[in-house]
Nanobody, 119 residues
Framework: QVQLVESGGGLVQAGGSLRLSCVASGSTISIYTMGWYRQAPGKQRELVASISIGGNTNYADSVKGRATISRDNAKNTVYLQMNSLKPEDTAVFYC?????????????WGQGTQVTVSS
Protein backbone atom coordinates (compact mmCIF):
# COMPACT_ATOMS: atom_id res chain seq x y z
CA GLN A 1 0.00 0.00 0.00
CA VAL A 2 1.09 3.52 -0.80
CA GLN A 3 -0.30 6.61 0.86
CA LEU A 4 0.06 9.84 -1.08
CA VAL A 5 -0.34 13.33 0.36
CA GLU A 6 -0.34 16.37 -1.89
CA SER A 7 0.44 19.92 -0.86
CA GLY A 8 1.30 23.24 -2.42
CA GLY A 9 -2.00 24.18 -3.96
CA GLY A 10 -3.64 27.51 -3.43
CA LEU A 11 -4.88 30.69 -5.04
CA VAL A 12 -2.58 32.33 -7.54
CA GLN A 13 -2.96 35.06 -10.14
CA ALA A 14 -2.71 34.29 -13.80
CA GLY A 15 0.91 34.23 -14.87
CA GLY A 16 2.05 33.03 -11.49
CA SER A 17 3.69 29.80 -10.43
CA LEU A 18 3.09 26.98 -8.00
CA ARG A 19 5.07 23.98 -6.91
CA LEU A 20 3.03 20.98 -5.91
CA SER A 21 4.52 18.24 -3.77
CA CYS A 22 3.39 14.68 -3.23
CA VAL A 23 4.89 12.79 -0.33
CA ALA A 24 4.52 9.03 -0.30
CA SER A 25 4.58 6.63 2.60
CA GLY A 26 4.13 2.92 2.99
CA SER A 27 6.43 2.08 0.13
CA THR A 28 9.27 3.50 -1.85
CA ILE A 29 8.18 5.41 -4.94
CA SER A 30 11.25 4.18 -6.80
CA ILE A 31 9.29 1.20 -8.10
CA TYR A 32 6.31 3.25 -9.29
CA THR A 33 5.50 5.42 -12.24
CA MET A 34 4.35 8.68 -10.71
CA GLY A 35 1.91 11.15 -12.16
CA TRP A 36 -0.08 14.28 -11.60
CA TYR A 37 -3.68 14.46 -12.75
CA ARG A 38 -6.23 17.21 -12.47
CA GLN A 39 -9.97 17.48 -12.47
CA ALA A 40 -11.79 20.70 -13.13
CA PRO A 41 -15.45 21.16 -12.15
CA GLY A 42 -17.71 19.27 -14.53
CA LYS A 43 -14.80 17.68 -16.37
CA GLN A 44 -13.11 14.32 -16.33
CA ARG A 45 -9.86 13.74 -14.56
CA GLU A 46 -6.97 14.17 -16.98
CA LEU A 47 -3.27 13.44 -16.95
CA VAL A 48 -1.08 16.50 -16.49
CA ALA A 49 2.34 14.87 -16.34
CA SER A 50 3.99 11.59 -15.52
CA ILE A 51 7.48 10.39 -14.76
CA SER A 52 8.65 6.83 -15.16
CA ILE A 53 10.91 4.83 -12.89
CA GLY A 54 13.77 5.72 -15.18
CA GLY A 55 12.94 9.41 -15.21
CA ASN A 56 11.23 9.68 -18.58
CA THR A 57 8.57 12.38 -18.55
CA ASN A 58 5.33 12.88 -20.38
CA TYR A 59 3.17 16.01 -20.45
CA ALA A 60 -0.29 16.94 -21.58
CA ASP A 61 -0.20 19.27 -24.56
CA SER A 62 -1.99 21.91 -22.50
CA VAL A 63 0.90 22.23 -20.06
CA LYS A 64 3.94 21.53 -22.25
CA GLY A 65 6.53 24.21 -21.73
CA ARG A 66 4.84 25.36 -18.52
CA ALA A 67 5.09 22.31 -16.30
CA THR A 68 7.96 20.24 -14.98
CA ILE A 69 7.52 16.98 -13.13
CA SER A 70 10.37 15.61 -11.07
CA ARG A 71 10.95 12.92 -8.50
CA ASP A 72 13.24 12.59 -5.50
CA ASN A 73 13.25 8.94 -4.58
CA ALA A 74 15.40 9.59 -1.52
CA LYS A 75 12.68 11.88 -0.15
CA ASN A 76 9.89 9.69 -1.53
CA THR A 77 8.46 12.80 -3.11
CA VAL A 78 7.23 13.89 -6.51
CA TYR A 79 6.96 17.50 -7.57
CA LEU A 80 5.05 19.43 -10.18
CA GLN A 81 6.30 22.90 -11.00
CA MET A 82 3.69 24.91 -12.86
CA ASN A 83 4.58 28.27 -14.40
CA SER A 84 2.64 30.82 -16.40
CA LEU A 85 -0.56 29.60 -14.83
CA LYS A 86 -3.83 30.26 -16.60
CA PRO A 87 -7.39 30.40 -15.26
CA GLU A 88 -8.09 27.19 -17.18
CA ASP A 89 -5.52 25.44 -14.99
CA THR A 90 -7.95 25.77 -12.08
CA ALA A 91 -8.62 22.25 -10.82
CA VAL A 92 -8.02 19.76 -8.07
CA PHE A 93 -4.62 18.22 -8.69
CA TYR A 94 -4.11 14.59 -7.73
CA CYS A 95 -0.94 12.58 -7.28
CA UNK A 96 -0.88 9.03 -8.62
CA UNK A 97 1.43 6.07 -8.27
CA UNK A 98 1.11 2.89 -10.29
CA UNK A 99 2.99 -0.19 -11.27
CA UNK A 100 2.29 -3.39 -13.14
CA UNK A 101 3.37 -6.68 -11.67
CA UNK A 102 2.44 -9.99 -13.27
CA UNK A 103 -0.48 -8.42 -15.16
CA UNK A 104 -1.85 -6.86 -11.99
CA UNK A 105 -1.92 -3.09 -11.68
CA UNK A 106 -1.38 -1.41 -8.36
CA UNK A 107 -2.84 2.09 -8.49
CA UNK A 108 -2.85 4.66 -5.72
CA TRP A 109 -4.24 8.19 -5.44
CA GLY A 110 -3.86 11.09 -3.09
CA GLN A 111 -6.71 13.21 -1.77
CA GLY A 112 -5.93 16.11 -4.04
CA THR A 113 -4.91 19.72 -3.66
CA GLN A 114 -6.92 22.64 -5.02
CA VAL A 115 -5.28 25.02 -7.46
CA THR A 116 -7.23 28.16 -8.30
CA VAL A 117 -5.92 30.63 -10.84
CA SER A 118 -7.57 34.04 -10.90
CA SER A 119 -7.65 36.22 -13.98
Amino acid sequence: QVQLVESGGGLVQAGGSLRLSCVASGSTISIYTMGWYRQAPGKQRELVASISIGGNTNYADSVKGRATISRDNAKNTVYLQMNSLKPEDTAVFYCNAYRWRVAVKSDYWGQGTQVTVSS
